[in-house]
């Protein structure tokens, strides 16, 4: 798609490069075409209209008419636009002093609550809480067993009883784990029309009983238009603290996120990933903002590196490196340029986001940045003979690096290792292998 | 006035029913005004129309005026009508013959991906197959979702059907088998199989289908007599690439549109219906057993316009 948009985005300016002026008119067309990738992503018709619009104010103001690079001008103030609307940053699960915390799970009808309580419960436990799960579903055919069944797996209490009451199901509930130190209580809640008045009245009793710390709203990924009409439902009757976003393992590209977002200012918490019970993860909204977008594309990462590198890595500079590389000279001097290199290129997480593949590959984990820092302040503590020559870095000159670097002699040992590692990875991207370039980078657990 | 501000206002704003539009233009003319294809856009792409369908029926609704002009408001809106019903003219049958059975036993398979309403669909639909004089057989194929058989067997007691269950985890392939040879004799006349939610990116559950279907037809070999996708009508435009997948795979004979008893409006079978034709044939309005009906494009269009 983000192929698609930058073809597009080709032909409306190519004869502007020519003649090196952008119009008004163009903006437009370009913007048009922006708007049909986002309502084909399911975005909100009014929230495109919106968005569109701001957009356009925005690059306006930018002096783009007068900007050597409009394109680049234009899709940067899309996508800073874009991951301002998604919440910028992550907002974690809250707990209260009181035991247990609460946490109530609602939504529409199969949109996944059930599944995402026995997730959050199992990841909960895994970051030391000690969860139970109450199953107020009372109507559904199985709604109980099901989430009986799904604690069974999970190695998690399920409380639950034939009151037929909801409410008295979370009290009891409540009870049990006062009695049996359980911290946090998830509840689980019957799916429910927010035009169902009944229904939403007997949520909103549930909130006013049981006081819970969270109330997450669960939406399907592959909600169209009416995300927006549910969502305001529900944030008018509960105001809820956070949104979930399940089923996007699929190919839906979710823009019912943006749209959520924009109409209710809560924030997304965690995403589900499979029907599994581990497949949750955080919520990042730059990624979605690229998923919504159509990004992860390598082109447009070929994009950003050709803007950097012909300043930086000229013909001679890189006839150098590819010398040094065939006689196996590789050393720290060109492991420092190439972290340099990359760190221009933008923050390590944006850049794997373009890589085809990348995302699946992360799954969610956060990309550090931290290391990267680490490795320059080692390198740039030694001397440009150990540079050059890494072979000569015995124990003492270790800990000299390690004192200069102001970090020990494990971190020292580790750069010195990942030195190596990048000498092969050099050596396999000149074999094309994308996959084992990632892997080189610091991603936990891979 | 900030950008959530403004959303919050537009949001707030109702459609003036369309048919109300209509009624304030000036007579015969041979073209719609801006304002009228405007509005009339945002209802069809607020409605998950989507935006390539939209821009055809807007085009076509365009030319039909130019070439058969209107005098008064009501004649426009009779063509409005028309062209959104144009997209479901192929085989949408009337009640009669969504039910009719030409082979005994009669297979209608279910599938769809997680969450859209394909366990209470088949609930319906062995009522409705009841209600018709047949006796039903329900073979419990999703093995997989946990009490997905429990929850079955409370619509197989509902509605007065068999059923066919093996244990959570079972191959759902042996479901189907022991099912159809058990239909074949005890000459039950529908035998409705339940699969387990799936998303059509999912390449081995995808084959499992196939496989599901092999083994129908190893037994009947013209069965499956009707494949259903369940759509969910809250479904944006994923929901064309559920269809194309589904379809792909093991061929569909029509749609359930479902839980068009909430406020969405299932737009997206119109993508579906003009570019796959794939008719929908029944709707799902509510969670009761009585909530399912047979499709028909005019109360659907008009529900569409109206508010
Ligand atoms: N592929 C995929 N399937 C999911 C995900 N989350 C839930 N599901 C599936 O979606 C279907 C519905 O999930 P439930 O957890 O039962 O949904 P619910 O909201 O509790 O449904 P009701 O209680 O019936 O309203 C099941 O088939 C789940 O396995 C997800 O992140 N990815
Ligand atoms: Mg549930």
Known sequence: MFEELSNKFDKVFSFIRGKGKVT??????????????????????????????????????????????????????????????????????????????????????????????????????????????????????????????????????????????????????????????????????????????????????????????????????????????????????????????????????????????????????????????????????????????????????????????????????????????????????????????????????????????????????????????????????????????????????????????????????????????????????????????????????I | MGFFDKLKQGLQKTHDNIFNKVNKLVYAKSEVDDDFLEQLEEILLGSDVGVQTTEILIENLKKRVKTDKYEYSNELNTLLKDELKKVFSEGNGQKTQVFKITKKPHVVMIVGVNGVGKTTSIGKLAHNYKNEGYSVMIAAADTFRAAANEQLETWAQRSGAEIIQLQQGSDPSAVVYNAINSAVANNHDVVIIDTAGRLHTKVNLMEELKKIKRVVQKILPEAPHETLLVIDATTGQNGLNQAKEFSKYIGLTGLILTKLDGTAKGGIVFRISNELKIPVKFIGVGEQINDLQVFDKESFVKALLED
């Open chain 1, 24 to 445: 008004e008119a163009n903006i437009d067309e370009f913007l048009r075409e922006v708007r049909r990738v986002l309502l084909d992503a399911d975005v909100n018709y009014k929230v495109v209209k919106d968005f569109i619009q701001d957009v356009k104010n925005n690059v306006l103001s930018q002096n783009v008419f007068t900007s050597i690079n409009p394109a680049q001008l234009i899709i940067n103030t899309i996508n800073s636009q874009l991951i301002k609307l998604m919440g910028e940053k992550r907002t974690d699960i809250h707990f209260s002093n009181n035991i247990p915390s609460v946490i109530m799970v609602v939504g529409l009808q199969g949109s996944g609550k059930t599944t995402f309580a026995a997730k959050l419960a199992n990841y909960l436990r895994s970051k030391g809480r000690s969860p139970a799960m109450a199953a107020c579903d009372v109507y559904r055919p199985a709604a109980i067993e099901q989430l009986i069944s799904l604690g069974k797996q999970v190695n998690i209490p399920v409380y639950s009883d034939d009151s037929k009451d909801p409410l008295k199901i979370a009290q009891n509930a409540s009870d049990y784990c006062r009695q049996n130190f359980k911290d946090t209580l998830i509840v689980d809640t019957a799916g429910r029309l927010a035009i169902d008045e009944e229904m939403m009245r007997e949520v909103e009793t549930l909130k006013a009983e049981l006081n819970p710390t969270e109330i997450l709203f669960v939406v399907d990924a592959m909600t169209g238009q009416d995300a927006v009409n549910t969502a305001k439902e529900f944030h008018n009757r509960l105001d809820y603290d956070g949104i979930i976003l399940t089923k996007l393992d699929g190919d839906t590209r979710g823009g019912a996120a943006l749209s959520i977002r924009a109409v209710v200012t809560k924030p997304i918490k965690f995403v589900g990933i499979g029907e599994k019970l581990d497949a949750i993860e955080p919520f990042y909204p730059d990624r979605m903002a690229g998923r919504i977008m159509g990004h992860g594309d390598l082109t447009s990462l070929v994009e950003k590196a050709a803007e950097i590198l012909p300043q930086e890595l000229d013909e001679k500079k890189l006839k150098k490196l590819e010398e040094k590389l065939n006689k196996n000279k590789f050393d720290f001097n060109d492991f420092l340029d190439q972290l340099q290199q990359i760190k221009k290129m933008g923050p390590l997480s944006q850049i794997l986001s373009m890589i085809p593949g990348a995302d699946k590959m992360l799954k969610g984990r956060e990309v550090d940045e931290k290391p990267m820092k680490k490795v320059e302040a080692v390198i740039t503590s030694m001397t440009f003979k150990e540079r050059e020559n890494p072979n000569i870095l015995n124990g003492s000159r270790r800990r000299r690096i390690a004192a200069g670097s102001g970090t020990t002699i494990q971190d020292v040992n580790r750069v010195i290792k990942q030195f190596h590692e990048m000498q092969r990875m050099i050596k396999q991207m000149k074999k094309g292998k994308m996959n084992n370039f990632l892997k080189n980078f610091n991603i936990p657990n």
